[in-house]
């Protein structure tokens, strides 16, 4: 019997494992480590709706204190674990060595942060709520010109933010056009558009050699010569997971924590979940997703394997992201890059679509914007069953 669970990170993923646990009648001890000082928080709005000014901090807060109380949590927060002794079962946090007979690793990930970036006032990422802070008084303060590094979701969430205040905005992506990594070329263009029509300056194509300024940032200098004038400069060029402390420790790693179908890693009674892990998607591939969804339900799943390895089931929770932009909302199921593509209704011409990704077999992803959500519940339900291609579109190409 379990008596002493030791959750690490204070994620969305951590979080569910925590309720999970003791909903699931869980009664021994229960810690939960978190490198963040603040109360665990959900960080899909610090881009949007925190920013914006149409979220407070209270509201996006996983849980009041009151509720971890509640829950019989000891909340060890602001300090982050730095090793893991699975012969000794302890995690090393401070000066501090807690012991644990079940482990949920929930770290989440860090941003990437160039180097020679970073040695000027003005100059953030958004990973975290203080980041949020201060990028959202940047904006709310002096009328500043942005220029976000980065054109995937986060990159264009903070433009569509800094529009909303009314500040001249620039993004700059080093790729031929937006979102690559996220969606094919051609579904990005109505997003792109509505951008442009909302007086965002989107720069595809060139990346950027220096970021200039004395104190404080005052230039952005492009790799093709251009100068931005730039007040503040928001960095969205990607994430890592936040797996350097578990270095040396015996699990197995690779641009995450790699575990099973169950999410349990190389190492009985250590699971990993959230943006922290890799795992086999039924698809055959070994994945790592950054996105909420995923998240919490591997939160869930995580803890009652762990709780009951015997009965384990295997996570197979298809992807699902959304990102909400001026008004509009992108959402994805499954994978946006297939080599074939159906549109349900609108197209990339158009300011709406809803588009199904297939490899040729089956449908193994969806894509929509703009309206039509009744159509888009349709279409994530073709890719949770992996409908058969022409049976979704109809054709077989």
């Not at 060139?206 to 104190?215: K, M, Q, Y």
């Not at 015996?250 to 699971?271: E, F, K, Q």
């Not at 070994?286 to 996570?315: C, F, I, K, M």
């Not at 297939?358 to 339900?381: E, N, S, Y």
Request: net charge negative; charged share 20%; aromatic share 6%.
């Amino acid at each position: 019997m379990l008596s002493n669970i030791v959750v690490v990170g204070g994620s969305v993923a951590g979080v569910q494992a925590l309720e999970t646990l003791r909903a699931a009648g869980y009664d021994g001890r229960l810690t939960l480590v978190g490198a963040d000082p603040e109360l665990p928080y959900n960080p899909t709005p610090l881009s949007k709706e925190l920013l914006t000014g149409e979220m407070d901090e209270d509201e996006v807060r996983l849980l009041p204190e009151e509720d971890f109380d509640d829950l019989g949590v000891d909340l060890q927060l602001g300090t982050p674990a730095q090793a893991l002794d699975l012969v000794g079962r302890k995690v090393e946090v401070g000066s501090a060595r807690l012991p644990f007979d079940g482990l949920i690793i929930a770290t989440g990930s860090a941003a990437v942060r160039p180097r020679g970036w970073f040695g000027l006032e003005g100059v953030h990422t958004l990973r975290t709520l203080e980041e949020a802070r201060r990028i959202k008084q940047a904006m709310s303060g002096g009328r500043p010109s942005v220029v976000v590094v980065g054109a995937g979701f986060i990159g264009l969430e903070i433009a569509a933010a800094a529009r909303h205040h009314g500040l001249e905005v620039t993004v700059v992506e080093a790729a031929a056009v937006p979102l690559q990594r996220a969606v094919r070329a051609e579904l990005a263009q109505p997003v792109v558009r509505l951008h442009r029509d909302h007086a965002v300056r989107v720069l595809c194509g060139v990346g950027v050699a220096r970021i200039l300024g004395s104190d404080r940032v005052d230039k952005v200098e492009l790799t093709d010569g251009t100068v931005l004038d730039a007040g503040l400069v928001v960095v969205g060029v990607g994430a890592r997971p936040a797996t350097g402390w578990l270095a040396g420790s015996g699990l197995a790693l690779d641009d995450g924590v790699i575990t099973d179908a169950t999410l349990r890693t190389t190492a009985p009674g250590v699971y990993a979940v959230g943006d922290a892990a890799r795992w086999p998607h039924p698809g055959g591939d070994s994945v790592r997703v950054e996105h909420w969804t995923n998240a919490r339900e591997q939160g869930r799943r995580a803890a009652l394997n762990l709780l009951d390895p015997q009965a384990a089931e295997p996570y197979n929770g298809v992807p699902y992201v959304w990102s909400d932009q001026f008004g509009q909302r992108f959402q994805s199921a499954g994978t946006a890059h297939g080599e074939h593509l159906h549109f349900l209704s609108g197209g990339p011409e158009e300011e709406t679509y809803v588009a199904l990704l297939g490899d040729g077999v089956k449908v193994i992803g969806a894509a929509g914007f703009g309206g039509h959500p009744r159509q888009f519940t349709k279409a994530r339900r073709l890719v949770n069953a992996g409908t058969p291609w022409p049976e979704a579109t109809g054709h077989n190409q």
